[in-house]
């Protein structure tokens, strides 16, 4: 495995560290303290567009990238996803694009389906959003649970059922909505539908409250007799097995993980800069638990990049990395908690105030353990591959 970065990569870290200081930090620290998302109009979102955020890795029709379209192998974008969550996470998240249903749409979707919905992402003429629809009230880890039903229609699908939590779900152009031809048949009778903005039986937008994260938006919403056309079905009537819309789904998450990762790292990073500031101002470096506490941390935290590296290195090489996805999951988020737990800690009654970075960053790391499978999930998953136990 090389550890060398390369000079593109290292430009666009610098890059984005300085994109992060002067832009991310301020906007998630402002949507923070006014306990609200982002508005769609918010300045930030049109820079992010204009310095050539938001766009699809689909490269158009010609199959031809782009003059200014850039490849990132996995392990870069990870490096980057850790140095953006340094300073806001939130704000990564709630940053335009077609976020994470792109991964499937580009894996199943039809040509004309890419044209039609990652098309207006290949050089966005205003921020756009996307997003991916899995969770229901009564299916969260349990994704194979789901109950909103699709049910066909002549040359259409009816749709029925009620989501929650879903980033950017009001914002978004068309969501992609995991739904069940029939409950009793559990994953294998599970498909994905474009859902686009305005579509009647689409509504019930309801931004939910956060206790971090706030940056970005976490929705439910309603699908009532809600009909989309036969081409809105991702991959068409013939895309895949009857396995595949489960299995697609569970691919954008096997690809999402190390990026959760990164994050975790990132922030845990962010947190331990502010305990280690902290300790200097403040004369703690002298006391040998203080010293030692921090040592302990900072060597942790570079082992759970490494795992995520090794996850992002054997995606680069399209070869198998399910264990090492969820160990870095598992890992990360575990230890960001214990970072920004450190940095309470140390910080006091300055930390515990309320307006102190550090107490936003130990809100905000949560999350990291819940979305994309919950820390518990991810060792079930790890102990049914090395283990071995009943599926
Ligand atoms: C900030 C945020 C953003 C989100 N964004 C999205 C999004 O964009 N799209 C989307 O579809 N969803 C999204 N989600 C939902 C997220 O994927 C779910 O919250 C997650 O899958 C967990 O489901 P649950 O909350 O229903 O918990 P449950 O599944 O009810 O789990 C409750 C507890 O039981 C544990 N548990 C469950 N099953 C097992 C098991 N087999 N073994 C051991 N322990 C188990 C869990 O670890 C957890 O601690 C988001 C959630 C959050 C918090």
Redesign the pocket.
Known sequence: MEFAVDPRTRERLQEARAWGRAAMRPAGLESDRQAAPLPVDHPYFAKAVERGGGRTRWPGPSGRPSADAERTSVVASLLLAEELAYWDRGVFVADPGPG?PETNVLALGTEEQKERFLGPFVAPDRPRWA?????EPG?????AAIATTARRDGDGWILNGA??????ASRSDWILV?ATLDPAKGRAAQRAFFVERGTPGLGDFKIEK?MG?RAYE?TSFTLRDCRVSAANLLGGETGGDSRAGFKTAMRTFNAGRPVIAANAVGMGRAAFDEALAFARAHDLLCRDRVRDRLEAMARVLRMARLVCLRAGWLADRERPNIVEASMAKALAAGLAQQATTLGIELLGTVGARGDHLIEKLYRDVK?MD????????Q??IIARQLVGLPR
């Open positions: 994470l997003c991916f629809a899995m969770t299916a969260g880890s349990d994704a989501k929650c939590f879903i980033g950017g995991q956060k994260l976490s999350a819940i979305v994309e499978g919950t820390g518990q999930v060792r079930v």
